[in-house]
């Protein structure tokens, strides 16, 4: 099985920073994109941004200029740092991964518990 694990969020007021880590572990072969997504009350869940695993970045046009994402391929975690946030962020942000985990398997997506940002004053 594999697992996704995030860290970082929290409660921080408008304008500041945070910082997401999402580690994945377990049966790995391979990583091709990893993500992150957000869910807000009573909304769906959202895309922020993507990377593969060539580096090429994605993001939501809400958060270009302000959020960053990047990735350790050699440690599949992923980070997005997160600047200038607005109280419009604030959200459970959940990371994703496609994962193979073996040479002969197909990608398969998995989901961490999320992890809650809140930007308030």
């Known amino acids: 099985q594999v697992q996704l ?3 970082g969020g929290g409660l921080v007021q ?3 920073s945070l910082r997401l880590s999402c580690a994945a572990s377990g049966s790995i072969f391979s990583i091709n994109s990893m993500g992150w997504y957000r869910q ?3 909304k ?3 895309l922020v941004a993507t990377i593969t695993s060539g580096d090429s970045t994605n993001y939501a046009d809400s958060v270009k200029g302000r959020f960053t994402i990047s990735r350790d ?3 599949d975690l992923v980070y997005l740092q ?3 946030l607005k109280p419009t ?3 459970v942000y959940y990371c994703n991964a496609d994962v193979k985990q073996y040479a002969y398997t197909f990608l398969r997506s998995y989901w961490g518990q999320g992890t809650q940002v809140t930007v308030s004053s």
């Open 5 to 7: 694990v995030e860290s």
């Open 14 to 16: 408008p304008g500041e």
């Open 40 to 42: 807000k009350p009573g």
């Open 44 to 46: 769906q869940r959202e």
């Open 73 to 75: 391929n050699a440690k």
């Open 82 to 84: 997160m600047n200038s």
């Open 89 to 91: 962020d604030t959200a």
